[in-house]
């Protein structure tokens, strides 16, 4: 199996898969080799060092040229892939450079470089700190020094400024190092794709959760997914939004899961809606108010709330609804994400949260926390999953998107 670094970066020769590329649109090595401007011998030790890298039979060698596997086919397509997310940060390059200089020429660009120089850029760019960066990867200080200063050289620019807490990406070292990951999230599928088609699904999914998905959406998918496939690795991100949507744009997570915000076919994130969910008002068992047949949002007036942050989906859906009763808002609220921060609040006081009921869903069994009787009409809010547009999922990715989808469904069936 092939090594990833500690950012997943894996231990692959670019350049032998930008040969793998050539010769699989070519079917051709004495094409590929022309268009490379490489020998025909050095072409074919690419793709057949590369083969003993995988492990796999790429290419049939026939009379009339060479015919991409479906292994290769696979690996191809992702190769291919992570050479146009490379090429889009040539293109960003002309806009930043200094000089009229071809990007064309800059190995950055066309894919024809290490791969441990990449690896030593991106882990500087993630710590922000040299010796951080050797450390992550064991190896010297000079090392990391000497791959970023070359690609700098190339570039005739700065990726980095250097500070007394350590270092700051420059303005394009920040696009560069995403379109980097990006390449390199491919190539990992790619890896996987090929071990999905002998039947083993492996690898990992990095899923960010919003609030509404951390009880019972997101738990109950992962659950689904390593009953089936236990040799798939997940991690959960949680955070705000715009820091999750950076990290999904730059192929640090695969997906987010949670309230989902507008998007149009000019974005390169899309969204599916899984279901509609309503808001409601939530209060510990024993409130005085729980045995009430029925509430107005006025009869709340004296309490103090829990909510999220006013400029979240569901605090605006707040706001508009206490604009459409002619309530008043709430002074001195207490704003928070977090479900377990609410749930303490509300064990330990008379204070109301709003929330969704299935964010409480074992508290709700237990005895804990309970829906106070109060119609909050028109807070009915999208959640579903949010993906990069144009990158397919890994194989591990797509069983995960299968199970959360299900679990969606079983949330429905709960609500009739």
Known sequence: MIHLDPNGI??????????????????????????????????????????LTVGKKLFDRTSTGMLPTTYGESLAMRANKAMDELKAAGEAYKEH?????????IPIFSMDISHKRLSAFIALFQVRNIQRAADQLSITKAA????????????????????????????????LAQHVKLAFAEIRHGLDDI???????????????????????????????????????????????????????????DLIIGAVRPTD???????????????????RKQHPLMNKNKLSLQDLSQYSWVLPE?????GKLFTETMQRHRCDMPEHAIYTSSLSMVRGLLLSSNRVALLSKHQI??????????VLPVEMDDTYRPIGITMRRYTKPSPAAQK??????????????LDN
């Open 195 to 253: 071990a999905n088609i002998d039947g083993i699904t492996r690898g990992s999914v990095k899923v960010g959760t919003l609030p509404y998905t951390r009880t019972y959406l997101t738990p109950n998918a992962i659950n689904k997914l390593l009953s089936h496939y236990p040799d798939i690795d997940v991690s959960t991100h949680e955070g705000a939004y715009p820091a999750m949507e950076s990290s999904l744009r730059s192929g640090d997570i």
């Open 310 to 314: 006013l400029h979240t989906p569901s």
């Open 97 to 105: 450079a200094k000089s009229n200089r071809c990007c064309d020429n």
């Open 400 to 413: 995960f998107l299968h199970y959360l989808r299900e679990v969606a469904d079983e949330l429905g069936n």
């Open 10 to 51: 894996p231990e692959i020769s670019l350049r032998q898969l930008r040969s793998l590329v050539f010769v699989s649109e070519s079917r051709n090595v004495t094409k590929a080799a022309k268009l490379l401007n490489r020998s025909q011998t050095a072409i074919t030790k690419a793709i057949t060092d590369l083969e």
């Open 361 to 370: 869903h074992y508290e709700k069994i237990s005895g804990l926390l309970d």
């Open 265 to 283: 076919n000019s974005m390169d994130i899309q969204t599916e809606i899984l279901f509609d969910d309503k808001l409601a008002v939530i209060a």
């Open 144 to 175: 990391i020094y000497s791959s970023v200063r070359q690609l700098e050289d190339w570039l005739n620019m700065k990726l980095f400024d250097s500070g007394p807490r350590g270092v700051t990406p420059t303005h394009f070292g920040l696009i």
